[in-house]
């Protein structure tokens, strides 16, 4: 069943319970935590719906960069999601080079684990893959 959790001019997140799947799309430069002052709070909402071993498609695309204060967020969050029982992460590529490596750091910084794809069809392939394979 798909739940919509969030829907602004930055960020889109929505669950669908029998996948055990959260999906984000991000958008536009975040240049302070009051821009998206209610991101943690959402997701902490996605995640109340999610078992453990969920998984995450998350399309960054459309991302551009960010202030050193939203990358630490960013951290924070993966790391909180990681803790909560994320398994794994498939991730379109924000187009900007420097948002790409913001989130990159930043997930080696979390242990979140990212697999990026080219194709929304080929990270749900993989992630239905990897969940079922986890049982």
């Known amino acids: 069943m798909k739940i919509d959790i969030a829907k602004n001019s930055n960020y889109e997140i929505y669950v669908d319970t029998d996948k055990n799947r959260s999906y984000i799309k ?3 430069k975040w240049m302070n935590r009051n ?6 709070p ?11 071993n969920f998984t995450i ?6 991302l551009g960069s960010m202030s050193k204060e939203v990358e630490n967020l ?4 993966q790391a909180y999601l ?3 029982g994320l398994l794994l992460t498939a991730q379109l590529a924000s187009v900007d080079e420097l948002a790409d490596y913001q989130i990159h750091r930043s997930t080696q910084r979390s ?7 080219s194709t929304q069809d080929e990270a ?3 992630l239905d893959e990897v969940a079922s394979e986890v049982g």
């Not at 959402?42 to 453990?52: C, G, H, I």
């Not at 960013?74 to 969050?77: A, G, L, S, T």
């Not at 242990?111 to 794809?117: D, T």
């Open 26 to 28: 991000v958008i536009g």
């Open 35 to 40: 821009q998206v002052k209610d991101f943690f």
């Open 42 to 52: 959402d997701w902490k909402k996605a995640v109340s719906y999610m078992k453990p």
């Open 57 to 62: 498609f998350a399309d960054i695309r459309l």
């Open 74 to 77: 960013h951290q924070e969050i």
């Open 82 to 84: 990681v803790e909560q």
């Open 111 to 117: 242990g979140l684990a990212i697999i990026k794809f």
């Open 124 to 126: 749900e392939r993989y």
